[in-house]
């Protein structure tokens, strides 16, 4: 039975980091209760919207930096989405957090709330690196945030790392790896920088004060971390992402949602959701978005009182998306089976010139272990956006 999961967008951060372009703000802590209480009644209100009771697989708190709301703040919401909709089979339940904002005894809390998964943001374990990136914690940190989470007894820890800073050498980048696997983990997350348009970074490097990551460089880091975290026992199983191989599934399920395209509800300012077809967009401003909740307009669902115009996607959208998000599963990649229960038509019919063109550029190639699957190569996994660029926004041929 397929689950429905719950995206939670927390915007606030003490401050910006040079690199961030997400939907986040400094500066507006005085309005984190009324904006929880905000979220609390856009539970209600879309729970209330439909004629079913969602079963909900996988919870997951983003920001911005979701570790500054209190654990009396996260209760009041978990036990919000209890009461509107059923949480028996509910697996796993995540925060982000920034290593640098929490204590032994606010990770013990968030802990017995319920929260069983905690993703903290390391990003690297050099100080040169952190002072580029404008972070504002230590590697000391990070070493306390996941030994108080240990102790507090979470099921899973994640580290985020980043690689291709400004000035990072190949030798920096496997130092921060070697620190980040001294933890003894269960998942990774490595993501290239982007220097966004906009942000403080950007600025920088227009102006000369930064040197532009260096590409090559960026793809030597990647398949350093490939080999390394390999080595160490870990399955890359998504383009970004790693999870330790043991009895246990230590696979972000909550991401694995997107990635499989199935259904998820996005509540708070900016949060997006994607259900029947049909992709949702709460409004961006932490002010405004407290203001539509209270307006209470009503709305049919998936939407809520907050939501920006939908967009429903064409059935050959859809298509591509499939495609799209699910070649980012480098170990279980796209199957043709579940095309084709999902659109009435086999995988070779809508795509067939770009499979071909994938597999003769050795992009992609059949699965192993399963012939009704294809997922990327080692090479693939090192140039996706080749990939994907072939099912973003082309008119059927």
Known sequence: MN????????????????????????GMKPFIHQYVEAVCQEIKIVSKSTNTTINVGTLFFGGGTPSLLSVSQYQAILETCDINFDLSSTTEITIEANPGTVTQEYLQGIREAGVN???????????????????????ED???????????????????????????????WNQSLNLALAENIDHFS????????????HHWVARGLLQT?????????????????????YLQYEISNWAKQNEV???CQHNLQYWRFLPY????????????????????????????????????????????????????????????????????????????????????????????????????????QAESRLRLTRRGSLFGNQVFSQFVGNPRL
């Open 3 to 26: 689950t429905t999961s719950l995206y939670f967008h927390i915007p606030f951060c003490n401050r910006r980091c040079g690199y961030c372009d997400f939907n986040t703000f400094a």
């Open 117 to 139: 998964r905690i993703s903290f943001g390391m990003q690297s374990a050099h100080p040169e690196d952190l002072h580029i990136l404008d972070r504002q914690h230590q590697h």
């Open 142 to 172: 990070v070493i306390n945030a996941v030994a108080w989470s240990k102790q507090a007894g979470f099921e899973h820890i994640n580290l985020d790392l980043i690689f291709g800073i400004p000035g990072q050498s190949l030798e920096r």
């Open 190 to 201: 490595l993501y290239s920088l982007i220097v966004e348009e906009g942000t403080p970074m």
């Open 213 to 233: 990551p260096d590409d090559d460089l960026s793809a030597d880091m990647y398949e350093t971390a490939m080999d390394r975290l390999s080595q160490a026992g």
């Open 249 to 251: 599934d230590n696979r």
């Open 265 to 368: 509800l996005g509540f708070g300012a900016g949060a997006h959701g994607f259900i029947d077809g049909i992709r949702t967009e709460n409004v961006g401003g932490i002010t405004e978005y407290i203001q539509k909740i209270k307006q209470n307009n009503p709305m049919d669902f998936p939407t809520g009182p907050a939501s920006e115009p939908i967009t429903r996607l064409s059935k050959w959208d859809l298509m591509q998306e499939f495609m799209m998000v699910g070649f980012r599963l480098t170990d279980e990649g796209v199957s043709k089976l579940d095309f084709q229960a999902m659109f009435g038509e086999s995988m070779e019919s809508a795509f067939g010139k770009q499979i071909n063109q994938l597999l003769k550029n050795s992009l992609i190639e059949q699965h192993p």
